[in-house]
């Protein structure tokens, strides 16, 4: 389940996170829902309102190099995926 808090600082994120502009530049393809019980994978993600509500608490970096994940946003269900192994699958 990846119910999202993003941070005000980089010290607090469990992730940091990069946007990149192209699909296969992401390690995940990543599909907002807007019901938290449809956040039932890591490629689908709910953003909470409160810290204390999130399984990942995430801060997005600057530069790309920073990044734990690079993340790229999909307008439909479908597409969104890892897109390539990584260690954090199954811990968003």
């Not at 390690?27 to 993600?45: G, H, K, S, T």
């Not at 999130?54 to 790309?64: D, F, G």
């Not at 993340?71 to 439909?76: K, L």
Request: overall charge negative; aromatic content about 16%.
């Amino acid at each position: 389940m990846a119910k999202i808090y993003v941070v005000d600082h980089e010290h607090q994120a469990t992730v940091k996170t990069f946007k990149v502009s192209q699909d296969y530049q992401a390690d995940i393809c990543v599909f907002v829902v807007d019901q938290e019980y449809r956040a039932n994978d890591d490629f689908l993600w709910y953003y909470v309102n409160h810290e204390h509500q999130a399984t990942t608490k995430i801060y997005w970096v600057s530069q790309e190099h920073q990044a734990d994940l690079k993340i790229f946003f999909v307008d439909q269900e479908h597409r969104a995926k890892w897109n390539r192994g990584h260690a954090l699958q199954k811990r968003i």
